[in-house]
């Protein structure tokens, strides 16, 4: 079976589960799902029932695909992802994606929990993604190598725009009026799992991260792809370790304490930003 047929078929599993027509998809990263519980009229898929979607292995995603509504949008919302450390590839990883393009889905907003390199950057803080630099896809662990299936998008891909300008003038403008401190900046998109030495943290800040973690870049490039407009923000869950001299270690329970934090102020920009979508 060709990989678009793939697709097709766990579009139409969830086509025939929902009667709503999605036209937004939300990526909840760790400890960041619980916003799918409050969708209105939802119906939850266990991501297990999907015919080829990833499962996600890792402590704090949920693993379902939820679709209801949400300031007045149908929304699609992943709460957790599969990433390309537990062992699928960059393929696997952006199956979702390719499958909300089929379901209809124009517009993605991704999040993410991320280490703060830019030292000005605290616990809590949320970085909106003006563009990143993705290490392993430009090193050839890409979900666009590959023959190219032209029905899908095109061969070059620019990423110039990777992310949406009117989306990302929303945003600031959500926190702006609530309140709401809003970075904006690059993310690092590294593979993990392991967290960074303080020499790379070092290397990140130097050439350009702000932020960094291990997922994200991946479903942008197979977004901007197919055509889809791209949010994406950052929730600092822990400030990246830069010497050795640091008793200090990274580690997930920090990540997932610190996005309890955070999901409630990320919580109101996406709602926001919903409310009023840039059309
Ligand atoms: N590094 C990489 N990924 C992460 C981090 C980090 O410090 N925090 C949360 N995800």
Not at 146 to 160: C, Y
């Amino acid at each position: 079976m060709c990989q678009r047929e793939e697709y097709r078929r766990a579009a139409e599993f969830i086509r025939g589960r929902i009667n709503l027509q999605p036209s937004i998809g939300l990526v909840l990263g760790s400890g960041l799902g619980a916003l799918a519980d409050t969708l209105a009229r939802r119906t939850v898929l266990p991501y297990a029932d999907i015919p080829g979607w990833p499962q996600s292995t890792v402590v704090g995603h949920h693993g379902n695909l939820v679709i209801g509504e949400l300031e007045g949008q149908v929304v699609a919302a992943q709460q957790g992802r599969a990433h390309f450390y537990e062992g699928y590839t960059p393929q696997q990883v952006t199956f979702p994606i390719r499958v909300m393009k089929e379901l209809g889905i124009h517009s993605l907003i991704l999040t993410n929990a991320a280490g703060g390199v830019n030292p000005s950057y605290r616990v809590g803080d949320l970085m909106l993604l003006e563009d990143h630099i993705n290490l392993p896809g430009l090193a050839g662990a890409n979900p666009l190598m590959g023959p190219n299936d032209d029905q899908l998008g095109e061969r070059f891909v620019g990423l110039a725009q990777a992310y949406d300008r009117a989306l990302r003038l929303r945003a600031l403008e959500v926190a702006r009026e609530r309140n709401i401190p809003l970075h904006s900046g690059v993310y690092f998109g590294l593979s993990g799992p392991a967290f960074e030495t303080p020499a790379e943290i070092r290397m990140i800040r130097a050439l350009g991260g702000d932020t960094v973690g291990m997922s994200t870049v991946h479903e942008v490039l197979v977004a901007r792809h197919a055509g889809m407009r791209v949010m994406a923000c950052s929730g600092v869950t822990n400030v990246a370790i830069d010497t050795v001299e640091s008793d200090l270690e990274t580690n997930h329970l920090e990540v997932l304490e610190a996005a309890e934090i955070i999901a409630p102020r990320l919580t109101a920009i996406l709602k926001g930003v919903l409310r009023n979508f840039p059309t």
